[in-house]
């Protein structure tokens, strides 16, 4: 199935978003609980326009970090965390993504950061299986700081704590050695990069064969494109819907010949 994160339409309301959906011919939504409409008052009512689609979660990551040197904040990152998991369950959504944070200090993480990363995934693991959702971790950005970044480490944590994997490709730098997790991979992030922000997965030969080999391995989970339009343009409500037509268009050619 082929989604679309909500965040490139973050300045447009839930109905709007669910437009958008059904112009693109998108399957459904990874929806970020940030997006400004409904993160304004969390009206669980919001989400009703979403709910005929098929609809995955992203929990919060703005201003907050899991593992956090600073107490408060990464006890609020479990917080909202564990608040994504249970709005997931209520609406019936199918997947929370999850980060696993960064050490506060530009330094490669230490143990702390690891004591941190294990409390999080602990609790956070526990509270999705009471609830009976799906929670998939997701692959880090390649910067010093962060946790889980390479295939090795999200293996690893992903494996501790019975968790999916959300393989984002931009974040990976196209490195087609997370397919070695095909296993565990529920949700794809599809998109390419250009100066650090997501755009057009269309524009890169390297994701479309990494596309490619995931159709070939016979992954049969969620594509969702994950596109920021502060690395494309000034974009109105129809533009955007049109570059989502065309990435939905360019993921089917990638798996076209499976």
């Given at each position: 199935?082929?989604?679309?994160?909500?965040?490139?339409?973050?300045?447009?309301?839930?109905?709007?978003?669910?437009?958008?959906?059904?112009?693109?011919?998108?399957?459904?939504?990874?929806?970020?609980?940030?997006?400004?409409?409904?993160?304004?008052?969390?009206?669980?009512?919001?989400?009703?326009?979403?709910?005929?689609?098929?609809?995955?979660?992203?929990?919060?990551?703005?201003?907050?970090?899991?593992?956090?040197?600073?107490?408060?904040?990464?006890?609020?990152?479990?917080?909202?965390?564990?608040?994504?998991?249970?709005?997931?369950?209520?609406?019936?959504?199918?997947?929370?993504?999850?980060?696993?944070?960064?050490?506060?200090?530009?330094?490669?993480?230490?143990?702390?950061?690891?004591?941190?990363?294990?409390?999080?995934?602990?609790?956070?693991?526990?509270?999705?299986?009471?609830?009976?959702?799906?929670?998939?971790?997701?692959?880090?950005?390649?910067?010093?700081?962060?946790?889980?970044?390479?295939?090795?480490?999200l293996e690893f944590f992903a494996k501790a704590y019975d968790l999916w994997i959300t393989y984002d490709i931009k974040h990976s730098k196209y490195d087609d050695s997370f397919l070695n997790l095909l296993?565990?991979?529920?949700?794809?992030?599809?998109?390419?990069?250009?100066?650090?922000?997501?755009?057009?997965?269309?524009?890169?030969?390297?994701?479309?064969?990494?596309?490619?080999?995931?159709?070939?391995?016979?992954?049969?989970?969620?594509?969702?494109?994950?596109?920021?339009?502060?690395?494309?343009?000034?974009?109105?409500?129809?533009?955007?819907?049109?570059?989502?037509?065309?990435?939905?268009?360019?993921?089917?050619?990638?798996?076209?010949?499976?």
């Open positions: 199935m082929i989604l679309f994160s909500s965040m490139f339409l973050y300045e447009y309301s839930t109905d709007m978003i669910a437009r958008a959906v059904e112009l693109s011919g998108c399957d459904g939504l990874e929806f970020w609980v940030e997006t400004p409409y409904f993160w304004v008052d969390r009206n669980p009512e919001k989400l009703e326009s979403l709910l005929d689609f098929e609809l995955l979660f992203h929990a919060p990551v703005l201003d907050l970090n899991p593992v956090s040197v600073n107490g408060k904040v990464s006890d609020l990152s479990l917080k909202e965390t564990l608040y994504t998991i249970s709005l997931c369950k209520k609406v019936s959504g199918k997947l929370v993504t999850i980060h696993a944070g960064k050490r506060s200090a530009l330094r490669e993480p230490v143990w702390a950061d690891y004591n941190s990363l294990h409390r999080y995934l602990r609790i956070s693991s526990n509270f999705s299986r009471i609830k009976g959702v799906n929670l998939s971790l997701e692959n880090s950005e390649i910067k010093i700081n962060n946790l889980c970044k390479t295939s090795e480490e296993e565990r991979i529920k949700n794809v992030h599809v998109s390419s990069e250009s100066d650090g922000k997501h755009v057009m997965a269309s524009k890169s030969e390297k994701v479309f064969q990494i596309l490619k080999e995931l159709s070939e391995k016979g992954y049969d989970g969620y594509l969702t494109i994950e596109l920021d339009d502060l690395g494309i343009g000034e974009l109105d409500f129809g533009k955007k819907v049109e570059i989502l037509k065309k990435e939905r268009e360019f993921i089917d050619k990638a798996f076209s010949k499976r």
